[in-house]
C-alpha cells in the first residue's frame, strides 16, 4: 500500500509560474494591468475565440454570460443538475427561474432531448456544462436554441482545451465561461474567462468592473485618465496581474498537460476495464475531452459496499478522491424553493449516487496511477459481490 496520501488534485506549479508572479510584484503592477491584457489576448488566440474578458472566477463569467445578454427576471434558463452549485446559483442571481432536465447516462452531459421537452414560452436561455472536460452535444444543443431563440451559454470549467467535432470549445459566437480554480486544467489560484460575441464581451467589461467604461483599469498610467463615467451598478469580477502571470505560464504548457492527462486516462482505462465492476469515463466519436475528471461508476450489485464505504476504502490505502457532483436538486435551498425529490432527474440522480472521481492530474506518476489502480484492485477483490 502506498505509504504517504495522494491528494486527489494539487496544482501544478512549475518555476516559470513562481517567476511570472515574483516579476508581477516587482514590477509593482499586482492588479489587473498588462499581463491580464495579454493572457486575454494570448487565452483569445489559442481558442480561437472572438473575445475574451479575464474575470475572478468561472462563477463571475457564467454570470456576467447571462446579465450581458439580458437575462433577468420572469426568464426561464434549462440546465443540468449534474453541476457545481454555480452554475444554477448564477441564474438565481440574475433573477431568473432555473428549469433543471436530466443528462445522458455515458457522457452525463445534459440531454438535448430533455432540454427541448422543457422549452416553454418563458425559456430564454440553455447552459449547458461541459462534465468532466466531455463537450456537450453541441450541434442539437444549438439547433434547439436556434429553432426557439434561445441563448446558448457553455459552462466549460471543465473544458480547457476541449474539442467538438474539430472546434476548439470556447471558439465560437456563445458566452463561454472557464475557471482557473486551483484544482482545474489551467490554474490561476482563483479566476475565469468569459469569450464570446465581442459585443458581449464590450458589455462584460463595463459590467465586471463596477460599471466603469473601457479603460479605467488604466487610470494609475501616465495615459490613463482619472475621470470615469458609471454607466451601471456593475460587480467587482476583475482578474489581478499576479493571477495573470500564473495563468500565461499556464497556458504555456496547456498542450503538454493534456498529453500527459490523456497517458494517466489510457493507463486507468487498462488496469481498471478488466475489474469488470466499474462504468469507466466515455470519449464520444467526434468529441475531444479535456480530461479534467476521470469518474469511475460503480455497477449495481457488482461490490458489496456502497459508494461512499468505497472512498472511504480508498482513503484508508492513502487515495484521495472527491465526488462530482452532489446533484444540485438534492440540495436543501433547491428543495425547498423548486419542491424537488430525488427521482425527479432519475439518471443524474443514479449517477450522482454512484460516481467517485479518482486522481487526474498531469503531476501524477506512472507509479501514483499504479498506486490508485492497485488500491482499486484490491478493495473490488474484498468487497465483489
Ligand atoms: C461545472 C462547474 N461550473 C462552475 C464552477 C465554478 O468555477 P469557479 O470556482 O471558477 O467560480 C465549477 C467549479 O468547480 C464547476 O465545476
Not at 472527491?322 to 425529490?341: D, L, N, Q
Request: aromatic letters at 8%; glycine letters at 8%; proline letters at 6%.
Amino acid at each position: 500500500m502506498r505509504e504517504n496520501f495522494l491528494p486527489f488534485s494539487p496544482p501544478y506549479i512549475g518555476e516559470e509560474e513562481i517567476e511570472g508572479v515574483v516579476d508581477s510584484l516587482r514590477s509593482g503592477w499586482i492588479t489587473t494591468g498588462p499581463k491580464t491584457k495579454r493572457f486575454e489576448a494570448d487565452f483569445a488566440a489559442y481558442l480561437g475565440a472572438p473575445a475574451a474578458l479575464a474575470v475572478n472566477s468561472c462563477t463571475a463569467a457564467l454570470h456576467l454570460g447571462l446579465i450581458c445578454n439580458g437575462i433577468g427576471p420572469g426568464d426561464e434558463v434549462i440546465t443540468t443538475p449534474l453541476t457545481f452549485a454555480a452554475t444554477v446559483g448564477v441564474i438565481e442571481h440574475a433573477g431568473a427561474t432555473p428549469v433543471l432536465v436530466d443528462i445522458e447516462p455515458d457522457t452525463m452531459n445534459i440531454d438535448p432531448a430533455a432540454v427541448r421537452a422543457a422549452v416553454t414560452d418563458r425559456t430564454k436561455a440553455v447552459i449547458c456544462v461541459h462534465y468532466g472536460g466531455h463537450p456537450c452535444e453541441m450541434d442539437d444543443l444549438q439547433a434547439i436554441c436556434d429553432e426557439h431563440d434561445l441563448l446558448l451559454v457553455e459552462d466549460a470549467a471543465h473544458a480547457i482545451p476541449a474539442r467538438y467535432r474539430g472546434r476548439l470549445i470556447g471558439s465560437g459566437s456563445n458566452p463561454v465561461a472557464f475557471s482557473f480554480y486551483a484544482t482545474k486544467n489551467l490554474t490561476t489560484a482563483e479566476g475565469g474567462m468569459l469569450t464570446g460575441a465581442p459585443e458581449m464581451i464590450d458589455e462584460a467589461i463595463v459590467a465586471h468592473l463596477h460599471g466603469m467604461n473601457r479603460d479605467a483599469w488604466k487610470r494609475g498610467t501616465k495615459s490613463g485618465s482619472w475621470r470615469y463615467d458609471i454607466a451601471m451598478p456593475g460587480f467587482k469580477y476583475n482578474m489581478t496581474d499576479l493571477q495573470a502571470a500564473l495563468g500565461l505560464a499556464q497556458l504555456a504548457k496547456l498542450e503538454h498537460m493534456l498529453a500527459r492527462r490523456r497517458a494517466i486516462v489510457a493507463r486507468y482505462d487498462q488496469g481498471l476495464a478488466p475489474l469488470d465492476a466499474f462504468d469507466l469515463p466515455v470519449e464520444r466519436e467526434g468529441c475531444e475531452s479535456a480530461w479534467h475528471l476521470y469518474p469511475l461508476r460503480l455497477r449495481d450489485g457488482a461490490l458489496k459496499l456502497t459508494r461512499d464505504e468505497f472512498i472511504e476504502e480508498l482513503r484508508a490505502r492513502n487515495i484521495g478522491t472527491s465526488v462530482h457532483f452532489i446533484a444540485i436538486h438534492t440540495f436543501s435551498y433547491y428543495r425547498r424553493k423548486y419542491g424537488f425529490v430525488p427521482n425527479d432527474f432519475p439518471i443524474a440522480h443514479r449517477e450522482s449516487e454512484r460516481v467517485v472521481t479518482i486522481p487526474l492530474h498531469p503531476g501524477l506518476s506512472n507509479e501514483d496511477v499504479n498506486d490508485v489502480i492497485e488500491a482499486v484492485a484490491d478493495i473490488v477483490k474484498k468487497f465483489r459481490a
